[in-house]
């Protein structure tokens, strides 16, 4: 390859600007700028144009040379055919002359607006999904038959047998933690025993639901709306309803229904990890012994809590999976709107989780807690 | 200048030897050899599963052979040095089958891509020569705002056409063309190719099962079955071979009435 060359000459009163070599991307030489300037100096000299030298000519520099000729054809040109055609297509670009649609005053307040709206249409979406449920469970009911086994059992095992081994680690750690930190605090009063107390209301209540659904949005919440986002772009859930099969009942009802069964079980597992590591570390901090930790869980914490936690577990699970599936169902066929929903659908769901707890906390505070016994 | 113009008629634009393929136990190609000199529009046919796709995908260098050298333009695609690689690269152009358009950019910033990653050339150039390839073709100015997700098949296929040629290259390559247009379009879609080939004067290798394609464009023809090239020419020549495939892929009365249409 050739680079791209100018020969300047002046040839009576007029500057003969003699281009040789290919003219392409390639080969033009860099910064682009600087040739540009050049061109135009030349142009602003008025002088004659020789191209016929030129190998190849492709339509960077055709452009170029117009840009720098000023949109127009110079009056001394010599160029053989194939290269005035090359110019002559340049010449006749058709841009999109349209101005961009200026930004209206007080951005924030359409924002605003439209964040509203949409939050609306989210909510009058997901009550009709979760009205869908309803009607299928009562199909179900009627043609038990119906039920999609496979489906609930793959999700029971992805999203809850899977998930054994993360969430009794977190738990582990954290009651460790926790008891590490509390003990400290309770031996300045005195009051070591009183661990039992706090550990287990604490984890059983409220930390083992709230680790649990965390780690559960981020691990299959996060999973459901990628799969069902996907099968959305890639045509699969119309193909499902080609074939007659509802997609609420074969891909949302599965999915909620497992996660609603699975998450309680996964708060007791996780609660008994965290107990199980408050209990290490109380032993080892303070020297209380497991035999009474063990005496004394039965006695301090009512059973109560146990209930209120696999409650939340269900409700959890409920939420993580619903909003899961809705934001999955509005996936567009493009790879932003799935990295979007599928952000959205955690972090919604996580939001969620927390707002359902707190309700929670409202309206169990007379229960299984000392003040209330 | 005489020198790089003799070197350039002396080396082909795309060298193949000695390719050898296999997918675990499978053997894909056994011992390929293949030339493609400038200007020709070379069309690769074959049964299905027969690799096709796959010495595509080799040719670009997407794909390494398990033996054998891909040389372009007398380099090989899977040189040491990237800058070379990158060099290369610039040269083709690849249309795939089903557009690979970035879903998250618009028509516009999908054309521009391969102009913006080169770093050299200001917005406005871009934004010129955007426009240029859009009209090239044959789609208006307002489509340059468009999603791929709103585009309709034929559309794709032009914006990819447009995306691959952004940086004009040397070497168009092609996978299935016309895959999945109605025969309508995707005879203005071949009739769209031969233009721009007559214009520009790239190279083309193209994998097709169309024969409507391959007659309106290829000047020669690439037969591969049994896991090698089994006849490579002009349309002519490669009618003329006397083999079980090649009888049944052309000489059905449907294909001889395509090919006849497109030779005559």
């Known amino acids: 390859m050739t680079d791209a060359t100018i020969i300047t000459a002046r040839q009576g009163e007029r500057v003969q600007a003699t281009l ?354 | 200048m005489t020198a790089t113009a003799t070197a350039s008629t002396i080396s082909p634009v795309v060298e193949l030897r000695g390719v050898c393929t296999r997918f675990g136990e499978t053997v894909i190609h056994q011992d390929i050899d293949l030339d493609v000199e400038a200007g020709q529009i070379l069309g690769l046919v074959g049964g299905s599963g027969s690799g096709k796709t796959t010495l595509l995908r080799e040719i670009v260098g997407l794909l390494l052979p398990n033996a054998g050298s891909v040389k372009l333009f007398g380099q090989s695609v899977s040189a040491a040095n990237p800058q070379q690689r990158r060099g290369l690269r610039r040269r083709f152009g690849m249309l795939f089958q089903r557009g690979a358009l970035f879903s998250a950019l618009s028509v516009f910033d999908n054309i521009a891509f391969p102009l913006r990653e080169l770093r050299v050339l200001d917005e406005e150039i871009i934004r010129d020569l955007v426009y240029l390839k859009l009209g090239m073709v044959e789609l208006e100015a307002p489509h340059a705002q468009l999603m791929p997700a709103e585009l309709s098949g034929g559309m794709v296929k032009r914006v990819a056409l447009a995306r691959a040629l952004s940086l004009e290259p040397e070497l168009l390559v092609l996978d299935e063309p016309t895959s999945g247009l109605d025969p309508d379009l995707a005879d203005s879609f071949v009739r769209l190719i031969a233009m721009l080939q007559k214009e520009l004067a790239f190279t083309v290798i193209m994998v097709t099962h169309d024969l409507e394609t391959l007659a309106g464009l290829a000047t020669r023809i690439a037969v591969l079955a049994e896991q090698r090239i089994i006849a490579c020419g002009t349309p002519a020549e490669v009618l003329a071979v006397d083999h079980p495939f090649i009888r049944s892929f052309f000489c059905s009365e449907h294909a001889a009435a395509a090919m006849q249409k497109g030779l005559v």
Not at chain 1, 241 to 254: E, N, Q, T, Y
Request: glycine share 8%; net charge positive.
């Open chain 1, 20 to 373: 040789s070599g290919e003219w392409t991307l390639a080969t033009l030489p860099t910064p682009i700028a600087a040739l540009e300037a050049r061109l135009r100096a030349l142009t602003e000299s008025q002088a004659s144009w020789d191209l016929q030298g030129i190998l190849r000519l492709d339509s960077v520099a055709a452009l170029l040379l117009w840009r720098s000729w000023g949109q127009r054809w110079p009056d001394a040109l010599a160029a053989g055919a194939a290269q005035r055609s090359v110019l002559a297509r340049v010449a006749d670009i058709h841009r999109d002359r349209r101005a961009a649609p200026r930004r209206p005053h007080f951005v924030w307040l359409y924002d605003l607006g439209r964040l509203v709206l949409r939050a609306r249409k989210n909510l009058v979406d997901i009550v009709a999904l979760i009205g869908q449920l309803l009607l299928d469970v009562g199909y179900l009911f009627a043609h038990p038959r119906d039920f999609p086994w496979r489906e609930f059992s793959a999700t029971l095992y992805k999203s809850g047998a899977q998930a054994l081994p993360v969430t009794a680690l977190v738990g582990f750690l954290i009651g460790i933690v926790l008891s590490f930190l509390s003990s400290l605090q309770l031996k300045a009063f005195g009051a070591d025993i009183y661990i039992v107390n706090l550990l287990g209301v604490s984890i059983i209540r409220e930390l083992g639901p709230v680790i649990v659904a965390v780690l559960v949005a981020g691990r299959s919440g996060s999973a459901m709306t990628a799969q069902i986002g996907v099968m959305r772009v890639t045509e699969e859930i119309d193909a499902l309803a080609m074939m007659g099969v509802s997609r609420s009942l074969r891909l949302v009802f599965p999915k909620v229904a497992a996660l609603s069964l699975a998450m309680p079980l996964l708060v007791v597992w996780c609660a008994a990890a965290g107990v199980f590591g408050g209990m290490v570390a109380a032993n080892l901090e303070m020297g209380l012994s497991y035999a009474y930790f063990i005496d004394a869980l039965p006695r301090v914490v009512a059973v109560a809590n146990v209930w209120i936690g696999i409650g939340k577990g269900f409700f959890f699970g409920l939420v993580i999976a619903l909003i899961a599936c809705h934001f999955g169902l509005k996936v567009r066929p493009n790879t932003e709107s799935l990295s979007t929903k599928t952000t959205t659908a955690v972090v919604t769901a996580i939001t969620l989780v927390i707002i359902v707890d707190a309700v929670f906390a409202v309206f169990t505070r007379h229960i299984g807690l000392p003040g209330a016994m």
